[in-house]
């Protein structure tokens, strides 16, 4: 980049990008899945290599890496291959809060200069922001585009065709699902973006009229809402919703159960894991045991939270992520503080690009509770599938009178002085069995939780109260 701004220079989207090359370099579906899918470990391991090369060299360049590695001692010429990642000082959310603190608006990590930088093309879109303002995010052509390619290949994966129309029912507004979903299918999939919104957007009864009328074939959106949709279907409008003829629901499933959502519509589930920074990450094949990881796009690793090291394949740790194809923000060694790990062994479908299991939740939640790892994420999953409750929850933790730690989950339930005692002896025996360890159960009335869990001043919900002495 120079450093003169032409004046009145306009910059254009399609001017900005040699989109044959990046075609070659990101193939899109469905050369995709005769090109890049097929590689060998070696052969991945060989693109990664020198895609992150560049990339170490681009995030040299921004001031928040300077800084970060800088601090730490680390200099230019250390990273010298992949092997040398584990030595790079890992950053997490709460630096990129401080980097936008120090740097408002954006923060330093975005490596653009209004001031100095010719123009680009640019996209912004957001975390979901739940505390404060929203966390803004902006996208060179080269960053949107490789994520479009990648939502194009993700959808494909999952059975999305020409023609097909797809009815994405996530927010459009800052954050980013929606608007992704949508270039993603328009650019890289042939078929035709349904952009109902959320419910707040189009109201549910109106999306199922559109689903009906126009044949959506699949569904985008969080499992919940899905699940609402054919909830209100089959029990306001009495109409199955496995016969509207719904081929898949595309979703990020996280802790939530996919087989109770397959029945209610009669179609596949599919899980994917992605992020406001990153796009899509890592989604599964028809085969859903487990995700692939884009692996021409992305270095993951998964690391212990306690210890910063690997964890071995098949156990659970904080997933690392390094991007291998950002020109703003790059992120190297970002902990993402989401919890999986890598599956075993090969997958059917023949693609040797690493696969990580369902997301477990958080692990900045995480409880450790008679050696065992216990996500309030896995337990509120429980709760939003019992039927008397309304979804509610908090879970406590504390010393108890034997010398061991007991966990208790308080839960809201609708008809609390009928159903109470049979909803906290039917939670407990489900709890034990799904998570493996004893806790009890305690119903409340609805709305007497909010004062314990936040929701009554509208800040971030609590849904882990911790009272064990610190040690
Ligand atoms: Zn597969």
Not at 45 to 71: C, N, T, V
Request: charged share 25%; proline share 6%; hydrophobic share 35%.
């Amino acid at each position: 980049m120079t450093l003169m701004k032409k004046a009145g220079a306009v910059p254009r989207y399609y001017a900005a990008l040699d989109f044959n090359q990046l075609w070659q370099d990101y193939p899109p579906a469905p050369d995709y899945f005769e090109t890049t899918y097929v590689l060998s470990r070696d052969a991945i391991r060989a693109m990664q290599e020198s895609r992150f090369l560049d990339q170490m060299k681009r995030a040299w360049e921004i001031p928040f890496y300077q800084r970060h590695w800088g601090q730490a001692g680390l200099q230019p010429g250390d990273v010298r291959s992949l092997d040398d990642l584990k030595n790079i000082p890992a950053f997490s959310v709460h630096d990129l809060r401080d980097a936008i603190a120090r740097n408002p608006p954006w923060g330093d990590f975005i490596g653009i200069d209004p001031d100095h930088d010719e123009p680009m093309p640019l996209a912004m879109q957001t975390s979901g922001g739940t505390t404060g303002l929203p966390r803004p995010m902006i996208y060179s052509p080269q960053d949107r585009e490789v994520m479009n390619i990648i939502t194009g290949r993700r959808l494909y994966m999952q059975g999305v065709r020409p023609f097909d129309l797809v009815q994405v029912t996530l927010s459009l507004g800052l954050s980013n699902g929606g608007f992704l979903a949508r270039e993603g299918i328009w650019k890289y999939t042939g078929a035709v973006p349904v952009m109902t919104g959320s419910g707040a957007q189009t109201p549910t009864r109106r999306q199922i009229e559109i689903m009906l009328a126009w044949k959506s074939k699949h569904l985008i959106g969080f499992p919940a809402y899905l699940r609402h949709i054919g909830h209100v279907m089959r029990d306001e409008l009495g109409i199955d919703p496995r016969s509207v003829g719904i081929g898949s629901l595309i979703v990020h499933l996280g802790t939530d159960d996919r087989k109770p959502l397959e029945e209610l519509w009669n179609a596949d589930v599919f899980d994917t894991y992605g992020t406001n920074e990153c796009g899509t990450l890592a989604a599964e094949c028809q085969e859903k045991n487990g995700m692939h990881v884009f692996e021409d796009a992305f270095v993951l690793e998964m690391v212990d939270p306690e210890t910063g090291r690997d964890v071995p394949d098949g156990e659970r740790g904080s997933i690392y992520q390094t991007t291998l194809f950002k020109h703003l923000a790059p992120l190297i060694r970002f902990n993402s503080n989401d919890v999986s790990a890598f599956k075993l062994g090969g997958c059917p479908c023949g693609c040797q690009h690493r696969r990580i299991d369902r997301i477990f939740g958080r692990s900045d939640n995480m409880v450790k509770l008679r050696g065992t790892n216990i996500f309030p994420e896995a337990i509120g999953a429980l709760v939003s599938e019992t039927r008397e409750s309304n979804g509610e929850y908090v879970v406590i933790v504390e010393p108890g009178a034997g010398g061991q730690d007991e966990m208790t989950v308080r839960v809201e339930v609708l008809d609390y002085a009928g159903a109470g005692a049979a909803v906290e002896k039917v939670l407990a025996e489900r709890l034990k069995l799904s998570l493996g360890v004893k806790m009890h159960v305690v119903a409340s009335e609805p709305g007497s939780l909010s004062g314990l869990t936040g929701l009554r001043d509208n800040s971030k919900v609590r849904r882990l109260i911790d009272n064990r002495p610190k040690v």
